[in-house]
């Protein structure tokens, strides 16, 4: 029987194990991994383990796959912690939110004879813990798959089949670019959300404000509410990719500020703009569908990462669309973006 190890089992941890279990592979032991002996009775309970562990040196002995799901600040301690016992064949992955310093950490503490296959399912919620777990977490969502140069195919092939079956699409991309891009649809949010509420708290009217606040404010005010873990992680290891869009969404506002009290209508026109725009994504993800339909499909993707092809040219496109969008969001400071 093949065990599937997962170190931490927090939400996405929890979420993994419940979606696993509920796909009724053959010949495969989900065991959940927590310091926390009350998350792993829960987990148990829920039904996203098998077995539970609160060693994971005795729990990934005879591991095939190990899933490092702690809050990414832990990342080297795990890598460290678990490197003298993952026997020979077994792949170490993770469901970090950032990879290029995670993938520059798994290189410093884990063995070559470990393959690392990073990965980033592209899905959450605002509620931290195992309390949050859901099987049907990932279904429908992208999951990000960046291997270390040293991974194997075969490696590789475990992690597409494990997205797979969580109901993910399987998504290849080269670890800053990755960074890059989810700054500026997972992290930037998440800086936004909290800074709004910042703003409104921070006024002294914010206790009849908050008396008045309803579903807009809520809603966009959620991610204000995520793991303090999670977002810690995410400013210290992607620190330049959310600066950048930072400055992107600043000097947004001012040009929206500048129409507002210069030019009303070209305001509005603004507006309607964006908001074409949450619909074009919104309605089955039509437009982005037939936008995306040059990219290789992820076998394809996966086969080319290994004879050293169409990843460097969908990689290329992903830069030139990257560049693009800066140029659109104003990286005009100073005109060099890689000092920040």
């Known amino acids: 029987m093949d065990r599937i190890i997962i170190i931490g089992m927090g939400l996405i941890g929890g979420s993994i194990g419940l979606a696993l279990r509920a796909a009724k592979l053959k010949n495969i032991e989900v065991v959940g991994v927590d310091f926390d002996r009350g998350v792993l009775n829960q987990a148990k309970k829920l039904g996203a383990a098998d077995a539970t562990e609160t060693n994971p040196t005795k729990a990934v002995a005879d591991a095939a796959l190990v899933v490092v799901a702690t809050p990414i600040l832990a990342f080297p301690e795990v890598f460290q912690t678990i490197a003298p016992h993952v026997p020979e064949g077994c792949v170490v992955t993770d469901v970090g939110s950032t990879k290029g310093q995670v993938l520059r950490w798994a290189a410093e503490h884990l063995p070559a004879r470990i393959p690392f296959v990073g990965g980033h399912p ?11 777990a859901s099987a049907t ?6 999951y990000c798959i960046v291997p270390a140069p040293t991974a194997s195919k075969e490696a590789v092939e475990l992690l597409v089949s494990v997205a797979s079956h969580l109901g993910a699409q399987p998504f290849f991309a080269d670890p800053d670019e990755h960074d890059v891009l989810v700054a500026g649809i ?3 949010p998440l800086v936004a959300s909290a ?3 910042a703003t409104a708290a921070g006024s002294p009217a914010w206790r009849e404000m908050a008396l008045l606040a309803s579903s807009g404010f809520r809603d966009t005010t959620r991610l204000a509410a995520t793991d303090p873990a999670l977002t810690r992680g995410i400013g210290l290891t992607n620190q330049a ?6 400055d992107g969404l600043q000097e947004t506002l001012a040009g ?12 509005l026109t603004a507006m309607d703009k964006a ?3 949450r619909l074009l994504w ?18 394809d993707m996966m086969t080319d990462l290994f004879v050293g092809r169409g990843v460097a040219d969908f990689l290329k496109k992903q830069d030139q669309r990257l560049a693009e969008v800066e140029r659109k969001q104003g990286t005009r400071s100073g005109g060099d973006s890689g000092s920040r």
């Open 275 to 277: 908001r074409d725009q």
């Open 256 to 267: 929206f500020r500048h129409l507002l009290q210069e030019d009303p209508e070209a305001f």
């Open 241 to 246: 990719g959310v600066l950048r869009w930072i």
């Open 122 to 132: 592209m899905a959450g919620r605002e509620v931290a813990g195992i309390e949050g």
């Open 282 to 299: 919104m309605a089955d993800r039509q437009g982005l569908n037939k936008q995306e339909s040059d990219l290789p499909s992820a076998s």
């Open 137 to 142: 977490l990932f279904q429908g969502t992208r």
């Open 195 to 197: 800074a709004l509420m």
């Open 186 to 188: 997972s992290h930037l």
